[in-house]
């Protein structure tokens, strides 16, 4: 009878944690910083960082989409082919054309225990004259007031560095129930105004794929060669900006720009065992993560199922922040978030893979291997 009486309490504990985290979710989802619709036209020079490697196949549609950008003034397209075998900096300037807003340069391999991206980035921004650095992923498309937009909300937000987050556009199973994580977590976990003040690291979220930065705090904050050790180096830029004394800080940039991340499982797979291990900190720490989502997310709907009425208040609850996340964020809200428990347990999967392959030395990605600090 105790051990029932246990398992009850603990049951209404992970669901009194579920509904809190979705109503909190929901505060966030009113509050958050969204870039503007009509966007005032943006009078200073911006820089587009575009660093590409091996992106020949999909790299089309996003050159695209920024040589359609508008509302700029002055706006320069820096492309950087960081040491690609197929043929990516012809597809550009095939795109490109004589565009004198264009600008292709052939990257350098990166010094011992620098990642490729940021040391790409790096190379980009020595050469960028703006006053604004808006870096862009070959993944992702943008609306024709994208940048303009962002760069409003970072000069009206008074913010040294903005990611606006970017629509995840998910096809196959396996990436409807990972993608949505990505903003699900920001949402329902990060208090969105305590974050643009903080300098606490784990009040942190960025996303690379549309990063927009002062160049001025760039300098200061030491540049993307400061963070050139880190698997996740957009997040690790953001707390150098904060730790300069500077405010940044995640948005919702769904009306703005899509992101196409994985087309199969085994890129998706692949692409989060380069990161889910950095991105728990350590494996204690992994393992307490780990725990505490399957404890507030997945219990509740396994103890619904044998009929707890407790467990069913806090698997609605669940699926209450991921349908505000998806309506805020524009996913898809049906049937998806009716599986919110089955996401959980396949990022848990992905944490231990992640993990594994870090311990095994497995990790590599753009066929480099990842010579991060903490794998020596």
């Known amino acids: 009878m105790a051990v ?15 509904v809190a985290a979705a109503g909190h979710a929901a505060y966030n989802a009113r509050i958050v910083r969204v870039p ?21 196949s999909r790299v089309a549609p996003a050159l695209r989409s920024l040589l359609e950008q508008q509302g700029l003034d002055d706006v320069e397209i ?9 043929g990516t900096a012809e597809v550009v300037r095939q795109v490109a054309g004589e565009d004198p807003r264009v600008a292709v340069f052939t990257g ?33 498309v943008l609306a ?24 995840q556009r998910a096809d196959g199973a396996g990436a409807r129930l990972v993608q949505p994580l990505l903003q699900w977590s920001w949402l329902v ?10 300098p606490r690291p784990s009040l942190t979220a960025a996303n690379g794929q549309f990063f ?13 060669l400061a963070v050139g050790h880190e698997v996740l180096d957009d997040i690790a830029l953001m707390r150098a900006v904060k730790r300069a004394g500077g405010r940044g800080v995640v948005a919702d940039g769904s009306g703005v720009a899509e992101c196409h991340m994985y087309e199969t499982w085994p890129q998706l797979r692949d692409g989060y065992a380069k990161s889910l291990w950095s991105a728990t900190g350590s494996a204690p720490g992994a393992v307490a993560i780990s ?23 806090g698997y609605a609850a669940g699926v209450a922040g991921r349908v505000v996340t998806a309506r805020r964020t524009r996913g898809r809200v049906w049937p998806d978030s009716l599986a919110h428990p089955v996401s959980i347990l396949t990022l848990v999967g992905l944490i231990a893979r992640s993990w594994w392959a870090r311990k095994n030395g497995r990790i590599a990605w753009k066929n480099r291997a990842l010579r991060q600090k903490e794998t020596g």
């Open 4 to 18: 029932v009486s246990l398992g009850r309490l603990i049951v209404r504990a992970a669901s009194s944690a579920a």
């Open 36 to 56: 503007p619709e009509k966007p005032d036209r943006c009078p200073e020079a911006v820089s587009i960082l575009l660093p590409l490697r091996d992106e020949a």
């Open 78 to 86: 820096l492309v950087l082919d960081d040491c690609s075998t197929d």
């Open 108 to 140: 350098v391999e990166p010094p011992d225990r620098v990642l490729g991206k940021p040391h790409a980035c790096h190379q980009l921004a020595e050469r960028a004259r703006g006053s604004v650095l808006v870096c862009v992923d070959a993944d992702v």
């Open 144 to 167: 024709p007031h994208a940048v303009a937009a962002a760069v409003s909300l970072l000069r009206e937000a008074r913010l040294d560095a903005v990611s606006p987050f970017p629509r």
């Open 189 to 198: 976990l990060l208090p969105l105004r305590q974050a643009e003040r903080s």
């Open 212 to 224: 927009l930065i002062d160049a001025a705090m760039l300098r200061e904050c030491g540049g993307f």
């Open 291 to 313: 725990a505490a989502l399957l404890g507030i997310w997945v219990l509740p709907a396994v103890a619904a199922l044998t009929g707890s009425r407790a467990g069913l208040v």
